[in-house]
């Protein structure tokens, strides 16, 4: 918990030297509006993307299959969606890596990996019903 509270300080600080940096070059009203039109952006390819995640979950189970991977897909698809309400730079640049469905497969093995740990540490309860 202490490891994720400084990360995020860090990640705070990092935002905001950014700000400052990208204002003191553009000017305030341009920094503001660059920031706008990425969460907007942000958030259509978003909600796009989650609607074909979901999909896709839904294809999956038709199928008789597991729906891991479409599952992964759309915890990606959110995560981005969350960073783009953040205001920052950097938050939308990886928001948008998650997003987008060719630079999401980066993130595809990290948590896939994740997950598995946690399966074997039993770590993870899956409840069926």
């Not at 918990?1 to 935002?15: A, H, T």
């Not at 730079?89 to 093995?109: E, G, N």
């Amino acid at each position: 918990m202490k490891k994720f509270f400084l990360i995020s300080i860090v990640f705070v600080l990092i935002e905001i030297a950014m700000f400052i940096i990208i204002g003191n070059w553009l000017g305030v009203l341009s920094t503001l509006l660059l920031i706008l039109l990425a969460s907007v952006l942000g958030v259509a390819i978003t909600k796009k993307q989650g609607l074909k995640s979901l999909q896709n979950i839904r294809d999956s189970i038709n199928r008789g299959e597991p729906p891991g991977y479409a599952m992964v897909d759309a915890f990606l698809v959110f995560l981005a969606g969350v960073l783009f309400l953040l205001p920052g730079f950097i938050s939308d640049l990886i928001a948008f890596t998650m997003a987008l469905p060719w630079t999401r497969q980066l993130y595809k093995p990290m948590i896939v990996e994740w997950i598995r740990k946690r399966m074997e540490n039993n770590q993870v309860i899956i409840i069926r019903r």
